[in-house]
């Protein structure tokens, strides 16, 4: 199906684990981006990407490592998890000159 | 650096009053401005945005926001809301970049609760 999709949707990983969460889409849309989102803070953008092999900080993005070595993947990668990096994390593209689409989202709890 | 306040965490209407929800941002050039819907344990979905031109702008699902460049406010509204509209509202402000395009920066977001 077309789209953007992430997975896993549900994570439950321990502190100090490495964990790898995927996002994926069909569009070949340029910009791609990371966020999460934490009660009272709304979304925060942790990574973005403007083209494969692109990649800058956002606004949170200490603890998270990204890449994009193909255009249609951006993965988000938590080196050594830490309990305040629970959240709900949400990756979106975008085309240029247009809006964003996210995806459903991945509710990551660290224990 | 641009920012974007919702002041009501929470706002509870009842099933077939009308809604506002307020949004104040700060950019120091035209801003691209969005209301963003989540339902619970769902994603994002645009509801409208505004780019340019006329400042009183149609979304989905009957929405509309008003963009008042002398008050810094996005607000949004519907004459009529429905139990269905329950859901987080978010209002995110873009600004140019050369790197990104449209970088967002979102609001706290708003609770909407409907009493039948």
């Known amino acids: 199906d077309a789209g953007i999709t992430q997975s896993p949707r549900y994570k439950i990983t321990e502190t100090g684990r490495q964990v790898t969460l995927m996002c994926h889409q069909t569009w070949s849309h340029s910009y791609m981006f990371w966020y999460r989102q934490d009660l009272g803070h709304g979304l925060r953008l942790i990574y973005y990407s403007a083209a494969a092999d692109i990649t800058d900080k956002g606004e949170v993005p200490d603890g998270y490592v990204v890449s994009r070595s193909k255009t249609e993947n951006f993965p988000l990668t938590l080196e050594s998890a830490t309990r305040s990096q629970t959240s709900v994390y949400f990756c979106?593209?975008?085309?240029?000159?247009?809006?964003?689409?996210f995806g459903p989202g991945t509710r990551l709890t660290v224990l | 650096a641009q920012s974007v306040t919702q002041p009501d965490i929470h706002i509870t209407v009842s099933e077939g009053a009308s809604l506002e929800l307020r949004c104040n941002y700060s950019y120091g050039a035209t801003p691209y401005l969005f209301w963003y819907v989540q339902s619970p344990g769902q994603g994002l979905q645009l509801l409208l945005k505004y780019f340019s031109g006329d400042t009183l702008v149609q979304g989905i699902k009957g929405f509309e926001a008003e963009f008042k460049r002398s008050q810094s406010s996005f607000n949004l509204r519907k004459p009529s809301v429905h139990w269905s509209d329950a859901a987080e509202y978010f209002c995110?402000?873009?600004?140019?970049?050369?790197?990104?395009?449209?970088?967002?920066?979102f609001g706290g977001g708003t609770r909407l609760m409907v009493k039948p």
């Open positions: 995110a402000v873009g600004a140019q970049d050369n790197n990104a395009g449209n970088m967002l920066t």
């Open positions: 979106a593209s975008r085309p240029q000159g247009s809006r964003e689409f």
